[in-house]
């Protein structure tokens, strides 16, 4: 595994769990100092251990990303103990419920859009001034194929998860000078541990999800944290403002096709 993420001081919200504690994992096996947020303090503990017992550096905070106070406190803690901060995946998220849009409970719509895109905004505001008194780094936000589609009864998250990407690009814009690369991660239907319980509850469902991905199978989260790491390092130094969609496919539209064999001059198996 390369060292590349030596000396870099990463932030990662929604550590505790799924796509955020490999990412987590990843940066760390990598060389990096790693500050990991959530509000689920055990599931931190276990992501801080993991690291640890690996040969990494992790330190944790329980913070809710959507209360500014706490956000703001957590990247001064991070500023006064490393002195800087290199990258930062803003990852934490929530689902909401699923209703149809006139059925949608409005606080339930607040509090979605409260922790996935105003989470996501005060990530940023607190990261990019750091980062620029650093001298430069990366940022990136994970919104999802829902910024991208129009999945029935999740307007809540869908309407985050767009305005994610509306945020990523005006971040992009007002910092691409300042040696700073804001972008986001568009994941599909990935198997963290929350999807997978879901899945052995709803096996038929699980097997039309799946059968739905060009892929035939779900994402595992390490898949989506490699894109999030890679995004995050020099390797990506001219992608700016983008979203980079790690889906199976899941998004290509379009149809399989499927050569007829039985019909003469198709280019099926000749006989
Ligand atoms: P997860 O539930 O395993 O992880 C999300 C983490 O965010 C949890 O640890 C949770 O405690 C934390 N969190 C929630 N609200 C928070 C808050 N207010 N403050 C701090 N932490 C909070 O789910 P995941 O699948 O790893 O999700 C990570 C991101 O990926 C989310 O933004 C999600 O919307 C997105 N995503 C997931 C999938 C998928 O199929 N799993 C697909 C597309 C996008």
Redesign the pocket.
Known sequence: MSNDFKEKVVLV??A?????REAARAFASRGALVYG????EK?LAETQTLIVKAGGKARIAR????AEEQFSAFVKRIETEAGRLDAAFN?????GGAHRLEDYPTDDFDKVLR??LR?VFLGMKYELPLMKRGGGGAIVN?A??AALTGPGGMSAYAASKHGIQGLTRVAAMENAAHGIRVNALA????E????IANSAQNPAFAEKARAAIPSRRGGQ?AEIAAAAVWLCSPESSYVMGQMLVVDGGMTIGGFEFQPNTQTPGSTGETP
Not at 63 to 66: A, E, F, K, R
């Open positions: 919200t929604g505790a769990s799924g796509i955020g947020a959530d509000l689920d599931g913070i809710d990303v959507s990852n934490a998220g929530i689902t922790v996935n989470g994970t999802s194929v994941p599909g239907w990935t963290t541990p929350m999807v989260p």
